[in-house]
């Protein structure tokens, strides 16, 4: 009865350690692809290609990320682990939505944001907090 248990705690401990893991890479790739765009000087713009270089590598990287969590955030374990992967979200977000204010000088709708986020699967877990900022 108890190993039943134990293997089930096991499985939530190694799941909520991958997300956190993953929810701290996509902070940190979301940091750099804003430090990457605060270098941006014309608005209503596209990008220099060098900094689109940049910030297209970071944001494949960070899809590569979320598409790994999907399987982990299905069902009710997006709720469960929202606490965990939603800094992740908030950065990656706010990543987001200053490129498109830079190219658009508009703010992102929060349809749009929803279809940043690698086909709106982890905003299910974060949906409230991504869509104050």
């Known amino acids: ?26 902070t940190a790739l979301s940091k750099k692809m804003i430090f990457s765009l605060q ?12 900094v689109a270089t940049e910030v297209s590598a970071y944001g494949a990287k960070i899809s590569d990320l979320f598409s790994s969590l999907a399987p982990d955030l299905r069902d009710l374990n997006a709720w469960r682990y929202r606490a965990q992967i939603a800094s992740g979200v908030q950065e990656h977000v706010e990543a987001v939505s200053f490129r498109h204010y ?31 900022v």
């Open 1 to 26: 009865m108890f190993e039943t248990f134990r293997t089930e705690l096991d499985e939530h401990h190694d799941r909520r350690e991958r997300i956190i893991k993953a929810s701290r890479d996509i």
């Open 39 to 50: 270098r941006v000087r014309q608005l209503q713009a596209p990008a220099p290609p060098a």
């Open 102 to 132: 830079l190219e658009t000088q508009r703010l992102m709708p929060f349809d749009e944001a929803r279809a940043q986020m690698a086909g709106g699967v982890v905003l299910t877990g974060g949906g409230l907090r991504a869509r104050a």
